[in-house]
């Protein structure tokens, strides 16, 4: 299919779930799953209008992957609305990383074990498929900086951080696969490959966010700026990754760190300039006051709301949100229409066991034993590991690890795996999501419920 083809088909189908997006929300599945069936539809299967092997086209995957990521965890990190102090954070820190490497472990292991594969390459594919996909848990990340829902921040967190937590081990496969394990190389992984990309990826991010963040309120203020300044999210987005790509630390990690460093300086406008026309019971803190950008009207900007520097900040994060909201929407589709087009090419029957145990077994273990002793419910922990989605970031190690020196033997076994267990987890998850969490809503309106009654009845 040509340009002009690619183009139709894309237009076509955006069309179509716009026009029905009123019967759509009613469905017992994610919009995501409607764009896989698309795929599948149009693929070799049924329509035969699309053919596509993902792995002859590893570079291109790699950097449409690379974008969606990029726009996906600036967002995640933008819509936390957390100090550092919140335990949130250390339930995300458990997840991202003993709960990741013990996912890395334990479908290694499996992936060993069943299917004979040698260990470093079993290695390779419980690395690739650990991270969970902060671009296709829109279902139970956290939406909008005012939600305070435990779960959701949990998920965000760890999608946010786990992108830039799993890569050191993929390069860690890569490495065993060449040979290349010696006491030298382990070393040189360890500082170069792990730890001064977790943390210069962080730093490098967060002081972008805070600095340019910082620069454009007071800019706005100075200059009472009431433009629509979408560029900004885009040259922060740019910015953390190239520069952090540049030091050789993670770019991932930046791109997340920049939206919490431009969240932070919301944080901290909003602790020194609450919105003076709230309430003083609405001011006492960054826990009560609003979001600054629920306090903005797109449609109703004036100079003189300019010059607060509350209301700038709420233009600066507002502008962001609805920028990047956009740009992830688009291309997360585009991506898994290409994902359901390419399934016939690369779904194998013994891939879905290995899924169906990452799903069930490996991932809630994991989280279980990575959550003792955290004092999280036992509903939640449950919960946490179910949500395990997987998606974009899979497919973008993938691709990493097909033009990494990953030979095209090899290519084609880890293929099998990676695209069966996302498109697996985008139907499963995408299907029971939603009565989960209607489930566990009911649960939290019932508790609250009985809280009041029992306040209420106390002398």
Known sequence: ????????????????????????????????????????????????????????????????TEIALVVSLFMTGLKLRLDFSDPSWRTAARLALPAMVLTVAGAGVVAHWLFALSWPLAMLIGAILAPTDPVLASMVAVDDAS???????????????????ALPFVVLALLLLGDHGSATALGRWLGLDFAWPLVGGLGIGFALGWMIGWIGVRMKTASADVTPNDFLALALMALSYAAATA???????????????????????????????????????????????????????????????????????????????????????????????????????????????????????????????????????LLLGWFGIRGIGSLNYLAYAAT????????????????????????????????????????????????????ARKP
């Open 1 to 64: 299919m040509n340009l002009l083809g690619w183009t139709a088909s894309i237009g076509f189908l955006l069309l179509l779930m716009s026009l029905a997006s009123g019967w759509i929300r009613h469905l017992p599945v994610t919009t995501f799953s409607l764009y896989l069936a698309a795929g599948v539809v149009a693929g070799p299967w049924c329509l035969k209008l699309l053919d596509i092997e993902l792995t002859a086209h590893a570079h291109g995957i790699a950097r449409l």
């Open 404 to 455: 990494h020196g990953l030979g095209s033997a090899a290519t084609s076994v880890v293929a099998e795996f990676v695209i069966t267990t996302v498109v697996l987890s985008i139907v499963l998850h995408g299907i029971t999501t939603p009565p989960l969490m209607a489930w566990r809503q009911a649960g939290l309106h019932r508790r609250s419920a009985s809280r009041s009654v029992n306040t």
């Open 147 to 165: 939600d305070r829902d435990r779960l959701r921040l949990a998920l965000s967190g760890e999608a946010g951080l786990n992108d830039g937590t």
């Open 247 to 381: 030091l050789s630390a993670s770019g991932f990690l930046a791109a997340f760190a920049a939206g919490l460093g431009l969240r932070h300086v919301e944080l901290h406008v909003v602790r020194r300039h609450p919105n003076p026309d709230l309430d003083q019971d609405d001011q006492r803190g960054t826990a009560t006051h609003p979001p600054a950008e629920v306090l903005i009207d797109p449609r109703r900007r004036n100079p003189e709301q300019a010059r607060k520097p509350v209301a700038s900040m709420g233009m600066v994060v507002s502008d962001a949100l609805s920028f990047g909201d956009a740009l992830e929407r688009l291309i997360a589709a585009a991506l898994v229409f290409l994902l359901g087009a390419a399934f016939a090419n690369h779904w194998h029957p013994a891939a879905t066991l290995l899924a169906l145990l990452l799903f069930a077994v490996v991932r809630p273990l994991a989280i279980w034993l990575a959550t003792i002793g955290s004092q999280i419910p036992r509903s939640r922990r």
